[in-house]
């Protein structure tokens, strides 16, 4: 952790300098003795990704719709291209970027970056503040739900302005208004009309950059434009707020009135802190030290940066249909199904039911909208992305915890029409082809033999078919909408899933002991499962080799272990799992695997499909395995500093798995209203339920060396098994363990 200021002193304002004596920090890396969850937050974790995308210090309100992080390429970027009015999609764009300027405005302006000093920025949820080094202007940013709020504080006597501009290709306007206001549109994603209106404390000179020429006009409209205004010499401070929507302009400016236009910065920040306080303060830990505190609220933290809420007064803007909807309920969006489904999903279903409740419904919408239930629902519409359609298990495993207030039968024909109907192919959206017939028929996808031509076009050229991945994550998806049609009573349809919830075993080689591709004949295809099937692996698996695929069959673990022949040689393969060697250089794997990152062995920490398998220990007979695992993994590849998340974590997908483990549970398999018990790293925690109850997990003398389990209890009575049910945890379970430096060999085996 870096040592500056903001660690004590932000605490206690948000102005940055009045905690620095000429610019130099003076206050030492410590928390004062009645921290607070939020204390522990540092957005700053897992700024340098892995190999591919970092995370980045997002300021927001939890699942609401502005978002906001300064336009760099890392934490390791020096300087700032400019700082957007809304970050619209995780990694998939943002619109309208503002940036501060000193001295006559010209072309190249635009194209400045700015230097900063790393240890005089403040990164918290909800607010941020950097110092430009060159400029000397310092720039403070808080987030509202619809709306945000800029304080630049400038040099004294110096020409200063705010140059605007936009960030996609489409058609755009600014207008400067009476007032010192402004409005002003972006398209964003080709077709979707992002609305802004905002005011200025101060007044000013607006002008445009057109042809490369400075002019006086206060309107521009076209593509990629520029505008700009100007403040007199002797302006010390400058506020900008504004609202976005993706309704109107005239929502803009209702959104504006409504929410921020008599508020105060410092009243817009407070507002945004007790937000975090709340959310934060539904999980108190006890135990652990600082490090896994900082690891783990950051984490929680993550856990609320998607979806997001984009309801504006009762009615939203949907990409599904291109039309503006009322709906009384609230709509969210930018959900990565592939990575939310393992862990975020279940996680919010303890901790917000009925906000997982909006969120299923707000799927249900998208089908109806769209004809399709999404994969990876974001604003502009279903991002086609991945493979698999796990919003399936979504479904089912939120009915199965409880939740009723959604559309389940709207929502099972949508699983069951994407089922029967859609395409299987990654990164595809539409009607099936001929290779879902062959899937239908068959039970598996085909693959193409090594240098065999594509013979669909609907293939996606660098995607691929993925044939083995899409095979198993079909049976996972077909055995939700079996299961779901049980508990819903529609037995014809739950005898024609259920078989196809097993195609997984299509695909198993009993030579080999992997999953692996046939052709459309149904011919075995011979590979090498370290390291074939081109960049990640995509014409057999996806982001990841066979290895990683040889253990997804979470709705069939016994099946699975049957596969391997029986427990004994199941765990022995998870052992080597672990211990594999990668039989070649790293810089050679992952010149073909950059998603595999956070390797152990064969094991990869830094990719979604990989979080449940050291649970499976607990299944094989060997629940002290897990426990040591998960220990090692958390204390590995989740550290407190810029590269302490293995890979790509995807907005809660990566952080969940974080939160649960610390937690000392999880849930290997969604869709079961079961969890695997781990190994906490908390001497105790407790959840404060939306129901009023209080879920404890209690570990008795647990320490890094006291990681494992020598007994359990659950509300005082002997547990002998590694798992508890959703029902025990939202009755306000509590869950003893009593841990020791060695393992108990003996405990949890059934």
């Known amino acids: 952790m870096k040592k500056t200021t903001w660690k004590l002193c932000n605490l206690l304002l948000l102005a940055p300098f009045a905690c620095f004596a000429g610019g130099t920090a003076t206050v030492k890396d410590t928390l004062p003795a009645n921290r607070q969850n939020i204390d522990f937050i540092d957005p700053t974790i897992g700024n340098v990704g892995q190999l591919l995308e970092p995370t980045r210090p997002t300021v927001q309100l939890p699942n609401q719709m502005i978002r906001f992080t300064p336009q760099r390429k890392d934490y390791m970027d020096d300087q700032i291209s400019d700082f957007p009015l809304n970050v619209v999609s995780h990694r998939l764009g943002q619109v309208f970027s503002i940036k501060p300027a000193i001295g006559s405005v010209n072309e190249e302006a635009w194209n400045n970056r700015m230097a900063y000093d790393h240890d005089l920025e403040i990164n918290r949820p909800w607010y941020y503040s950097t110092w430009l080094l060159d400029e000397e202007v310092n720039i403070e940013f808080t987030a509202g739900q619809r709306t945000g709020y800029y304080r630049f504080k400038f040099p004294a006597e110096k020409a200063k302005s705010l140059l605007l501009g936009v960030y996609n290709d489409g058609d755009a306007n600014y207008q400067f208004l009476p007032g010192n206001a402004i409005s002003a549109l972006e398209t964003y994603n080709g077709d979707v009309k992002v609305y802004m209106y905002g005011v200025f404390s101060e007044s000013g000179t607006p002008g445009t950059l057109e042809n490369g020429a400075l002019t006086n006009n206060k309107s521009i409209s076209g593509k990629g434009i520029r505008a700009y205004i100007s403040f007199p010499a002797a302006t010390k401070e400058v506020t900008f707020k504004y609202a976005i929507s993706y309704i109107s302009p005239e929502q803009a400016k209702k959104n504006y009135e409504q929410e921020i236009s008599r508020q105060s910065f410092d009243a817009v920040a407070e507002n945004g802190k007790k937000a975090w306080s709340d959310v934060m ?49 609230t709509f969210y969006v930018d959900d990565w199904t592939w990575d939310t489904y393992l862990a975020l999903h279940p996680l919010r279903t303890i901790l917000d039911p009925a906000k997982e409740e909006d969120i299923l419904q707000s799927f249900v919408r998208m089908y109806e909208q769209s004809g399709w239930m999404p994969t990876f629902p ?189 427990k004994q040689a199941f765990e022995k393969r998870l052992d080597q799992l672990f211990r594999e060697p990668l039989d070649m250089s790293r810089y050679a794997f992952w010149s073909k695997f950059p998603d595999a990152t956070g390797l152990v062995g064969q094991y990869s920490m830094g990719n979604e499909p990989s979080f449940h398998i050291p649970y499976l220990y607990n299944y094989a007979g060997a629940p002290w395995k897990t426990q040591q695992r998960i220990r090692f993994l958390l204390d590995t590849w989740f550290k407190d500093n810029i590269f302490g998340i293995p890979g790509d974590e995807d907005g809660g997908g990566m952080s969940a798995f974080v939160v649960f483990s610390s937690m000392g549970f999880y849930p290997v398999t969604p869709g079961l209203p079961e969890y695997a018990i781990g190994s906490p790293v908390f001497e105790k925690v407790s959840i404060a339920l939306p129901n009023k109850k209080q879920f404890t997990v209690i570990a008795h003398n647990s320490s890094k060396v006291n990681k494992y389990i020598q007994q359990a209890k659950f509300n005082g009575k002997p547990l002998n098994k590694p798992t508890f049910t959703h029902q025990q945890l939202v009755e306000g379970g509590t869950l003893e363990l009593f841990m020791g430096p060695k393992p108990n060999k003996s405990w949890g085996v059934f």
């Open 378 to 566: 974001v604003l502009f519409g279903d991002h086609a992305c991945m493979n698999g359609f796990h919003s399936s298990v979504v479904m089912l495993d939120g009915y199965r915890k409880g939740l009723r207030n959604f559309d389940v039968e709207k929502a099972y024909e949508g699983m069951r029409k994407n089922a029967t109907e859609a395409t299987m192919l990654p990164w595809r959206n539409g009607p099936k082809t001929s290779l879902e017939d062959i899937y239908y028929s068959k039970g598996y996808f085909p693959a193409l033999r090594p240098g065999e031509k594509e013979t669909e076009p609907a293939v996606h050229s660098f995607e691929k078919r993925q044939a083995v991945a899409v095979t198993l994550g079909a049976a996972y998806d077909d055995w939700a909408l079996a299961e779901l049609a049980g508990d819903l009573n529609k037995k014809n349809d739950q005898n024609l899933f259920a078989p196809r919830a097993k195609n997984y075993k299509n695909l198993w080689n009993p030579d080999k002991q992997f999953f692996l591709p046939k052709d459309a004949k149904g011919d075995w295809i011979n590979i090498n499962v370290k390291y074939d099937g081109g960049l990640g692996g995509r014409e057999f698996y996806d982001e990841n080799n066979g290895w990683t695929y040889l253990w997804q069959v979470q709705q069939d673990i016994p099946g699975l272990i049957n596969l391997m022949g029986g």
């Open 281 to 329: 303060s539904q999980i108190r830990v006890k135990g652990g030290t600082p490090a896994q505190l900082r690891s783990f609220y950051t984490a929680l933290y993550r856990c609320y940066e998607r979806p997001v809420n984009i309801t504006e007064d009762g009615q939203y803007y949907s990409g599904y249909d291109k039309k503006i909807h009322q709906d009384k309920r």
